[in-house]
C-alpha cells in the first residue's frame, strides 16, 4: 500500500467523500430511472473518480478539449453514470439532466461518445482507453503542454491484450504524463475476473512493463489522494494506481455481490440505498476545480502545397507515392503525424519518419494500440495517418470501428492489397480492408492507381474531418493522369471513353491497369470499352457510374483485386441495385496462392485476360 | 542464463549442429531461388528449431495431426523456409522440393498454410501462435494427451497484445504442456525492437505473468537442448524459453546487420555463404525421431440429436435459444467445445458451461485470443463454439480473417446483432459483423429469426467443415416455424406468399419480425407483399430470390438491422446485380443512439412503420 506520510486536511478529505457519494447517488438515480445501466460498476469507481476531478486533475470545464487541459478517458466505459454524474459535479451538465440517461433525445448515451464536448472517444469496448490516452498524452507532448492523461481501466479489460500493447509503448516513450488507474473490483460480467483482487498480480505485470507502480484501496481518500498526488508528480515513466475496489460500493444490499453487473435497482432499493448514502454526507463544500497555466493552443492552420514533383508524375508504386505525398503535406501541415506498426518501410511511412521524426509514433507491432494512439492524437487536434499492410490493420477492426463512433479525424493507409502482391502469400494480402472501411459510417474510401492520384487522395484526406482509408498497390504501376489532375471525395474517372464503347468496365488501383490493358487488346479486334477509374469508393458517384452504363448498353462490369464481398463490385451493385443496370462483377473469390503478381491476377480472374473474356462472353450474350 | 549443469553427448550435439547448418543452406537456398523470401529470419532461429525437432519433440512424422503427437506452431511465419527444410530433414518433403519455394504450383507458400498435412493453422500475420498453441494444448489435455505443444516466436511479435492475453490464458490454465521458445535477434523490419537484446526484460515479463522462463544463448546448442528438456519436464506451469540470437547467423556478410529483412541473397553470395557453412559440418549423423507412446484417438462420431424441445419452439430470444441448442448439439457430439469472453451469460453460452465444464474455455475478456485457441482446438479434432457481442467479434477480425486462411473448423455466434438492443448505445451494436464473415472465403453465414431455426443453425454449424457464424438477436421474439421445420446452408424461406403478391420484402433475424408486421398493416390496405427470409446471407440462394422477385414485379426490398454495406442488402445486391431485377434497400445508415430497441428500429428506418412507407412508396412509383 502506498505510504500515507502526506498529511491531508480533514475537511478536504471529507469534501472528496461527499462528492463520491454524490456520484453514487446519482449514478444509481439514473440508472434506476433509465431501468438499465452499471450502477455497481459506477459505484466501486465512485472514489477514484472524485479525487481525480476534484483533487488530482488541471483542467479547464470551458474548454474540455484544450491541449493545456488535463483529460480523463473512461476506459470503462459502461460506467458512463459515474462519468456524467462528474461532470455534473463539475458544473458542465445539470443534476436533473442525469435523469435522462439512456434516453434517445438525450446525449447521456449507455456508453460514453463525443457528442458530449468533454468526452474525447467513445469507449464501451473495453481495453481500448490506454491507447488512446497515451494518444493524448504524446499529442499534449508534442504541443509542449504540461497537462497529464488520466486513464480510468477496469480490471476485467486488462485481460485486453491492447492494453499491453499501450503498457509497452507508453513505457518506451517514457511517457510520464500519463497516469492509468485500475478499479480492481474483482467481478466481471459473468465471473470473478481472473486475477481477482491479487493486486500484487497486477502490480508485478505493470511493473515488469516499466511502469511506476502503486497500489491501494480504493475506497480509502486519504490513500487515494496521495497516490493520484504522487503519480501526477511522477517523472521518467508512466505511472499506474492499482486499487481494490468492492463492485457496487456503498449501495446496501449490492455491494460486492456477484450476478449485478449491468442491472439497476428496483425503485425502492434505490431509494433505500440513496437515503443510506445521504446519511453518510459530511455536507462539506465541494473542492475548487483546478485550473491549468496557458492557454488552448489552437493547432496551425494549413497552408497549400505546391505543385506535384516530379517524382509523382512518373511509373512509381502508390505505396511510395503515399510516402512522398505524406511529406508533402507535413510539410504545410504541422498537424499531420504518422503512425507506423513496424511496416514503414514497406508503406514508406518512412519518408515522412526521417522527414519529420519528432512528428513520427513507431507503434512496433501492435496495430490496435496504433489506432488508439491515433485516436488519442487527433483528439489533441492532431491529424495523424496511420498505416499498415492492408491485412493487418484488419488487426485494429474493433479500434476502427470505435474511431468511426469517434468521428475520430483518422487517415488510414493499407498498403500491399490484394492478390497483386505477389509470392508472400495470402496472410499478406489485403482482400478484405475496402469491406472493413466501407462499413465505417461517414468514412471516406480512395483507392488511387497512379502516383498523381495517390497525391491527390492524400490532400483530400487531409482536408475531409472524419476518418479516410487510401489503399495503396506494392508494385510500380504506369502514370495514368498528368500531374495537374484534380480529384474530389465522391468522385470517379472516366479515363477512356467513345461514342461507341458497347461496355463500361470499372477498376481501380491496379485492377486500372489491367482493364487499361484489356481495353487495348479489345481496341485491337475493334471492340471498344469503356473505362472508369473509380478512386473513390465512398462516397460512390452513383449519377457518373448510371450514365456510363446507360452510355454503354446498360451494363458495367466491375473489375477488384479484393474478395466479392464488400469490395468495389458491391459498392457498384449496392449504388446500383435500384436502377435494373446490369452488374458484372470479377473478383478474387477463393483463398490465394503464392505465385507472381501476374500469374495470380490471371489465377483468380482479375487480370488483362481474364477481362477480356468477361467482356467478349458478356458482349455475347447481346443486350437483355 | 540457464544452468548447463546436464551433460550432453558430443556426437548428439554435433548431430543436432549439423542438423540446424543444413537448414540454414536449405533457407538460402530456396529462398535465392524464389527470388524473394525471409533467410535472416530463418537462420536466427536455426539451432532452436533443429533441437526442438530433433531432441525435445515427440511426433509422429506420418500422423503430424495426431492428438498424441506434439505439435510445433511458427509463430513468426515469415521463417517459413527453416521450418519446410526441418521438415525436408525429417522426410515429410523431399529436399529438392524445398526450390519450389513460393512458387505458384508448390504448397511451399511464402507463409505456412494448412495445405501442408504437417502445418495446424496458417501464420504469417504475426501474434498469432501462441494463442492456437494453448488452444492445441487444451485440446490434447482434453483427450488425456501426453503431447507436448512448442510454439516459436519471433521477438518482434511480442507487442502484439494477442501475444499477452495468450500468455496470461495460459498461466490461469495451468497449461504446462505448452512451451514458447522466442527467438530474440532484435532486430524488426524496420528497425530494432522495442527491446533489442534486453533478455531479462523478456524474463520479468513473462514471469510476471507467471510463466516458468529460462533465458539462453540461441546458438549455443547444449545450452538450447538443457533449456528445452526442463521445459519439457516442467510442471504446473507453461514454459518460456527466451533465446538471445542473431538475425542471419551463420551467412557471412548478413550476420547481425539491419537492412536484410525479408531479402533473399544474391546468387554468388549464397553460394559462398553456403560453401562457408559446409565447411562447418561435422558430418555426425542426423538424431532419430523420438516417436510418441500411444495412438490417435479419433474424435467421437456425433449422433443425431432428438426433437427439439418446447423450449425452443415459443418466443423466444434467438440468442437463448442458442445456448438451448448448443447444449443438445453437445450432448451427442462430444467434439463440441465452447469458448466465451466473459459475456457467457448474454450470449447464453452459459447453459453450456453449466452443462459442460470440461469442455468449456473462458477466454475473459480477450477475444483476439478466444479465436485463436478456437482454433488450436479445432486443430485437434474439436468442434469450437466461440461467442461474444457481435460487435466484440470484430476485435478478432485479423484472427477470423487467418482462421479462414487455415480452413480452421471454427464455429462463431454473435449476439447483441445491431440496434435492436437498445439503451446500451453503439459501441455494443453489432452492425458491420454481417460484412466481417461474409467476406471469409468459404464462410457459411446464419442468421435464425426464431428459436426453431436457431437450433436448426446451430446443428447445420455442427455438420458444416468450416467457418460458420450465426447472428443472434437480444430481445425475444415469437415463433416463426413449427418444430419440426426443415433448414439448409444456402436455403432460404418464403415465409409468406400468395399469387397477387405485389413486392417482395427480404429480411431475416430480428427485421423478419418487423416484416411480417408490416405486411399484417399492408394486408389490412388490401396489399400483399411476399416475405422471405433469408435465414442463409452466404452461400444465398440466388435462383430463390430471382423467383420470388420475377414473381411479385420483378423488385425486391431488403431490410437488415446492419449498416448498409456489406450485410444482407448487400448479399442481395451483389447476388443479383447481374439479373436487372431492382433491388430497394433498407439499412442503418448513420452511427446509431441510444433508446429503446422500437424507437431505433423506427428511428433508422428499419422498422414495421418504415417498411410499410417504403413498400407504398416503391409501389407508387410503379412497375419499371
Sequence with gaps: MAD???????????????????LRIDSIRATTAAKSGHPTSAASAADLVAATFFDAMRFDPDH??????????????????????????????KRE????????????????????????????????????????????????????????????????????????????????????????????????????????????????????????????????????????????????????????????????????????????????????????????????????????????????????????????????????????LGAVDARVVALDGDVKNSTYAERFFEAYPARSVEGFIAEQNMVSVAAGLAAQGLLPFASSFACFLTRAADQIRMAGISRSNVKFCGSHAGVSIGEDGPSQMGLEDLALFRAVPDAVVLYPADGVATDACVQLAGEYRGIVYIRTTRMKTDPVYPADEAFTIGGLKVVRARDDDRLTVVAAGITLHEALAAADELAAKGIFARIVDLYCLKPVDRTALVEAARATGGALLTVEDHYAEGGLGAAVAEALSDTGIVVHRLAVREIPHSGSPRQLLERYGIGRAAIVRSVDEILAQGPR
Design 64 to 93: 474540455p478539449r484544450a491541449v493545456t487541459s488535463d483529460r480523463f478517458v473512461l476506459s470503462k466505459g459502461h460506467a458512463a453514470p459515474v462519468l456524467y454524474a462528474a461532470w455534473a459535479e463539475v458544473g458542465a451538465i
Design 4 to 22: 500515507r506520510s502526506v498529511t491531508l486536511p480533514q475537511a478536504r478529505i471529507e469534501a472528496l467523500e461527499d462528492v463520491a457519494t454524490r
Design 97 to 328: 439532466e442525469l435523469l435522462t440517461l439512456r434516453q434517445i433525445d438525450s446525449d447521456l448515451e449507455g456508453h460514453p461518445t463525443p457528442r458530449l464536448p468533454f468526452v474525447d472517444v467513445g469507449t464501451g469496448s473495453l481495453g481500448q482507453g490506454l491507447g488512446v490516452g497515451l494518444g493524448l498524452a504524446l499529442g499534449a507532448r508534442l504541443a509542449g503542454s504540461e497537462a497529464r492523461v488520466w486513464v480510468l481501466l477496469g480490471d476485467g479489460e486488462t485481460a485486453e491484450g491492447s492494453v499491453w500493447e499501450a503498457v509497452q509503448l507508453a513505457a518506451h516513450r517514457a511517457a510520464e504524463n500519463l497516469i492509468a488507474v485500475v478499479d480492481v473490483n474483482a467481478l466481471g460480467q459473468s465471473g470473478p475476473t481472473m486475477l481477482r483482487h491479487d493486486l500484487d498480480a497486477y502490480r508485478r505485470r505493470f511493473a515488469a512493463f516499466g511502469w511506476r507502480v502503486q497500489t491501494i484501496d480504493g475506497h480509502d481518500m486519504p490513500a487515494i489522494v496521495t497516490a493520484l498526488r504522487r503519480a501526477r508528480r511522477s517523472r521518467g515513466a508512466p505511472s499506474v494506481v492499482i486499487a481494490r475496489t468492492v463492485k457496487g460500493k456503498g449501495i446496501e444490499g449490492v455491494e460486492g455481490l456477484e450476478g449485478w453487473h449491468g442491472k439497476p435497482l428496483p425503485p425502492d432499493a434505490a431509494e433505500r440505498a440513496i437515503a443510506a448514502l445521504e446519511s453518510r454526507l459530511h455536507h462539506v463544500p465541494r473542492p475548487p476545480i483546478q485550473r491549468p497555466r496557458g492557454r488552448h493552443q489552437a493547432p496551425a492552420a494549413p497552408a497549400t502545397t505546391g505543385s506535384r514533383p516530379d517524382a509523382l508524375t512518373g511509373a512509381v508504386a502508390t505505396r511510395e507515392a503515399y510516402g512522398q505525398a505524406l511529406v508533402r
